[in-house]
């Protein structure tokens, strides 16, 4: 598992830098032309993740009767604290990178979280968890409550401020007629690829010229009552217009929601304000690359007799006083930087490796009061089967007699802790499978099906609305003591219909180790009684069957069925243009003589199996001589 989850990381890391690449080769063409209408030029839309988990949540609450639980919200938290600890790195890197990538490179890592939409469906395939924090259930729902209302409060507050903001300021607003304005504004946006028109208000009430709203159609270009000469002009609508094609509004949405659910973490705020202000680096640089001298210095003096902070959802030309002094220095004086497209790939890469990585898990309980006590004191045992136990019984294999008290009350006093978030898989291991329910003819009432292996315990209750529940096993099991309660000698009384198979022997040459060899076999008809049954191909054998290169002269037939009557054996040379036919009334003791040259056989058959249930058969072999 782990090798898969480095494979797939490494491959959505070299998708991301691909795509990065293909995205500024894009933005290139606006140095000398313009872009296709309605092209976006992000590395990817920053709301996905949000849509996704909404969608999800709306799902579970309109087609089935889960209710949100605490492993969902548990997976939902874990998701997010990947994304806080990612932020916090980066926020440490971030001088760093600063000094070795674009800034195109670095505000684009902070939009890399958005990515991990990708790995939350295939995340049930990632590695199991390397470390596990252990949360009492009663102690998580106060947390859980007291997070969910700084979260609640945090993301209105955002929101309301968005929107108050956005309300005041365009009510005061005058949008403008200026034609030549206008002109200008239109034909930017066209060259852009913007779709959607765009209004221009000015406002006494800002000093910076800004862009508000999400989507383009409830976006609108504000300019403070200034008088700006074209080329100014030009500059302003360039470095807006940058934001709105690289969607720069959504992504601070997506950070502020970031912000909101670890507003009790003081870096998440730190790091709110590093990625607003490496947005605007960016687009700072995408409007200058290959500026000269005199164009520098005239957006130095927009930035300078525009400074301020910026609020709601909205990108603007302005420099809060903290950042000032850096982009006016990347203005006036840029240094040489590497893309970064690699950088942004080994993060993603990384960053979806991180999946998975932690667990939560409840306080220890027994399984007795975990498990026992939410199902039906009248319950028992229904059906054993082992994985994996050992040498002799590899694979799913049935037990048919057991010590039914002593096995239930050693699992009821194991030591186990329920498992809220981590993805934990149960193949190739040693396992104890144990089905317990109410039998009624062929129903099983209130089956309960548990998976003990060394470290895991695999619960499937009956009446919830969960399916598996995961249980870390806190106690060494005494695998001798259990394998003591099975008796795997005992026969299955009740069997359930297979398919008849035929088994071959010819010689010592050729059944090695008197290894019987399997025929060809498929099924012409299966009755339950006297009503036909649907045929499962996937129990038809179409591997070659016999032998190639011996001289074989007989083989004995043997069945794990006893025909029932005579069955026929059709002969035909290789060529298959002669045949003859065998009764098996012919035969000694199932012994076929075998025709002096190479041919085809063919076995009819029917057989009458357990349960009433009767096949019709066809088993085939070759025999090539030399």
């Known amino acids: 598992m782990i090798t898969q989850q480095i494979v797939y990381s490494f491959f959505i890391g070299a998708i991301v830098t691909i795509v990065f690449n293909l995205r500024i080769t894009q933005e290139e063409k606006l140095e000398v032309g313009s872009i296709k209408k309605g092209v976006k030029?992000?590395?990817?839309?920053?709301?996905?993740?949000?849509?996704?988990?909404?969608?999800?949540?709306?799902?579970?609450?309109?087609?089935?009767?889960?209710?949100?639980?605490?492993?969902?919200?548990?997976?939902?938290?874990?998701?997010?604290?990947?994304?806080?600890?990612?932020?916090?790195?980066?926020?440490?890197?971030?001088?760093?990178?600063?000094?070795?990538?674009?800034?195109?490179?670095?505000?684009t890592l902070w939009?890399?979280?958005?990515?991990?939409?990708?790995?939350?469906?295939?995340?049930?395939?990632?590695?199991?968890?390397?470390?596990?924090?252990?949360?009492?259930?009663?102690?998580?729902?106060?947390?859980?409550?007291?997070?969910?209302?700084?979260?609640?409060?945090?993301?209105?507050?955002?929101?309301?401020?968005?929107f108050t903001y956005r309300t005041a300021l365009l009510r005061r607003a005058q949008m403008t007629d200026d034609a030549v304005l206008l002109k200008k504004w239109r034909h930017e946006s066209a060259r852009h690829g913007i779709k959607a028109e765009i209004p221009i208000y000015i406002s006494e009430q800002v000093n910076t010229p800004l862009t508000i709203g999400c989507f383009d159609r409830t976006m609108a270009l504000v300019l403070p009552h200034h008088h700006y000469t074209d080329d100014a002009i030009t500059l302003i609508f360039q470095h807006e217009l940058r934001h709105i094609i690289r969607t720069d509004s959504r992504m601070k949405l997506f950070i502020n929601l970031c912000t909101a659910i670890f507003w009790?973490?003081?870096?998440?705020?730190?790091?709110?304000?590093?990625?607003?202000?490496?947005?605007?680096?960016?687009?700072?640089e995408a409007v200058l690359t290959n500026a000269d001298e005199r164009t520098r210095r005239l957006y130095a003096e927009l930035l300078l007799s525009s400074a301020g902070s910026s609020r709601g959802f909205t990108t603007r030309l302005s420099a809060a006083g903290s950042t000032l002094r850096y982009r006016l220095k990347n203005v006036m004086t840029p240094s040489k930087r590497m893309e970064g497209s690699l950088v942004i790939g080994l993060a993603m890469a990384l960053l979806i490796m991180s999946l998975?990585?932690?667990?939560?898990?409840?306080?220890?309980?027994?399984?007795?009061?975990?498990?026992?006590?939410?199902?039906?004191?009248?319950?028992?045992?229904?059906?054993?089967?082992?994985?994996?136990?050992?040498?002799?019984?590899?694979?799913?294999?049935?037990?048919?007699?057991?010590?039914?008290?002593?096995?239930?009350?050693y699992i009821a006093s194991l030591h186990v802790k329920r498992v809220y978030a981590g993805n934990y898989d149960d193949f190739d291991v040693r396992e104890l499978i144990l089905i317990y329910g109410e039998r009624d003819g062929d129903d099983l009432n209130h089956?309960?099906?548990?998976?003990?292996?060394?470290?895991l315990l695999i619960v499937d209750l009956p009446d919830d609305d969960y399916r598996d529940i995961f249980f870390l096993v806190e106690d060494a099991i005494d695998w001798p003591y259990l394998e003591s309660l099975l008796d795997f000698d005992a026969v299955d009384?009740?069997?359930?219909?297979?398919?008849?198979?035929?088994?071959?022997?010819?010689?010592?040459?050729?059944?090695?180790?008197?290894?019987?060899?399997?025929?060809?076999?498929?099924?012409?008809?299966?009755?339950?009684?006297?009503?036909?049954?649907?045929?499962?191909?996937?129990?038809?054998?179409?591997?070659?069957?016999?032998?190639?290169?011996?001289?074989?002269t007989e083989v004995k037939l043997s069945f794990s069925y006893e025909p029932t009557g005579e069955y026929k054996i059709a002969v035909e040379d290789w060529e298959r243009d002669s045949s003859y036919s065998i009764l098996s009334s012919e035969l000694e003791e199932n012994v076929l003589k075998l025709a002096p040259y190479s041919a085809h056989y063919t076995v009819y058959a029917t057989f009458d199996t357990v349960r009433d249930t009767t096949y019709e058969m066809m088993f085939e072999f070759d025999i090539m001589l030399p």
């Not at 992000?42 to 799902?59: D, F, G, H, K, N």
């Not at 089956?447 to 470290?455: E, H, I, V």
């Open 41 to 107: 030029t992000q590395l990817v839309e920053p709301l996905l993740l949000p849509a996704v988990l909404i969608m999800t949540i709306s799902m579970m609450l309109t087609l089935s009767k889960f209710t949100l639980s605490m492993a969902f919200i548990s997976e939902s938290i874990l998701i997010f604290m990947y994304i806080s600890i990612y932020y916090i790195v980066l926020l440490l890197l971030l001088p760093i990178l600063r000094k070795l990538i674009s800034a195109r490179a670095c505000s």
């Open 111 to 162: 939009m890399l979280p958005t990515m991990l939409y990708l790995a939350i469906q295939i995340s049930d395939s990632f590695a199991s968890p390397r470390f596990v924090i252990t949360v009492s259930h009663q102690w998580f729902k106060g947390f859980a409550m007291i997070w969910a209302a700084g979260f609640v409060g945090t993301l209105l507050w955002f929101v309301l401020s968005h």
């Open 264 to 284: 009790f973490n003081p870096l998440a705020w730190i790091a709110q304000r590093k990625a607003a202000d490496d947005l605007e680096l960016s687009c700072d």
């Open 356 to 409: 998975g990585s932690v667990g939560i898990a409840d306080s220890v309980d027994t399984v007795e009061h975990a498990i026992f006590e939410s199902i039906p004191e009248n319950v028992v045992i229904d059906s054993i089967h082992t994985n994996e136990w050992r040498d002799d019984r590899n694979g799913y294999v049935g037990v048919y007699a057991w010590q039914e008290e002593a096995l239930t009350a």
């Open 447 to 455: 089956r309960t099906r548990l998976a003990l292996s060394d470290d």
């Open 493 to 552: 009384p009740d069997p359930a219909p297979v398919p008849p198979e035929m088994m071959m022997y010819f010689n010592e040459q050729v059944n090695t180790d008197g290894e019987l060899m399997h025929a060809t076999r498929k099924i012409i008809s299966k009755k339950s009684g006297d009503i036909p049954q649907g045929v499962n191909p996937f129990f038809n054998d179409d591997t070659p069957g016999g032998v190639t290169g011996f001289p074989v």
